[in-house]
């Protein structure tokens, strides 16, 4: 026989009833490593060299590869459904980069709801995520939320 397995259990869901403005989400702490930077870049299909070979990045100004926008824009997403949960649905994300995320950087991400709009559900989020060289990304995600969450 088998031993029993823990089941993941699915995230819940918040209601736009139980938001407000001015909620602050979690934290969310990303190590940047050298291997996030390089296989995140290789999976959305961005193969320039400042994301993969460190050589080529300095010799283009940089320190060393740095993340992508689609890697920093799916993670703000990541963290914003996180918190939101599956039956959230991402409307927008406007994001701006800032200082790039270096391997050995630890990347915080933090948001706060800034807004709501009771005749579609929506509800905006500000983020920012930032690392030893400052702000690494900030933007807004609006997401929708249901108005009620059935088992």
Same mark, same amino acid.
């Given at each position: 026989?088998?031993?029993?397995? +823990?089941?993941?259990?699915?995230?819940?869901?918040?209601?736009?009833?139980? $938001?407000?403005?001015?909620?602050?989400?979690?934290?969310?702490?990303?190590?940047?490593?050298? @291997?996030?930077?390089?296989?995140?870049?290789?999976?959305?299909?961005?193969?320039?060299?400042?994301?993969?070979?460190?050589?080529?990045?300095?010799?283009?100004?940089?320190? +060393?590869?740095?993340?992508?926008?689609?890697?920093? #824009?799916?993670?703000?997403?990541?963290?914003?459904?996180?918190?939101?949960?599956?039956?959230?649905?991402?409307?927008? $994300?406007?994001?701006?980069? &800032?200082?790039? #995320?270096?391997?050995?950087?630890?990347?915080?991400? @933090?948001?706060?709801? @800034?807004?709501?709009?009771?005749?579609?559900?929506?509800?905006?989020?500000?983020?920012?995520?930032? #690392?030893?060289?400052?702000?690494?990304?900030? &933007? @807004?995600?609006? $997401?929708?939320?249901?108005?009620?969450?059935?088992?």
């Amino acid at each position: 026989m088998s031993p029993v397995r +823990d089941t993941p259990a699915v995230p819940a869901t918040r209601t736009y009833a139980e $938001v407000a403005v001015g909620d602050v989400l979690p934290d969310l702490t990303i190590p940047v490593t050298r @291997t996030l930077i390089v296989a995140t870049a290789l999976a959305s299909r961005d193969y320039q060299d400042v994301h993969h070979d460190p050589e080529l990045a300095r010799e283009r100004g940089s320190k +060393d590869i740095f993340m992508n926008i689609l890697t920093s #824009n799916g993670l703000v997403d990541r963290y914003v459904t996180g918190w939101a949960g599956p039956a959230a649905v991402v409307r927008a $994300v406007r994001i701006r980069l &800032g200082a790039p #995320n270096h391997p050995g950087d630890t990347m915080v991400l @933090t948001g706060t709801v @800034t807004a709501k709009s009771d005749a579609d559900r929506h509800v905006d989020i500000a983020v920012k995520g930032t #690392n030893s060289l400052g702000a690494h990304v900030t &933007g @807004t995600v609006t $997401v929708r939320l249901p108005g009620e969450v059935t088992p």
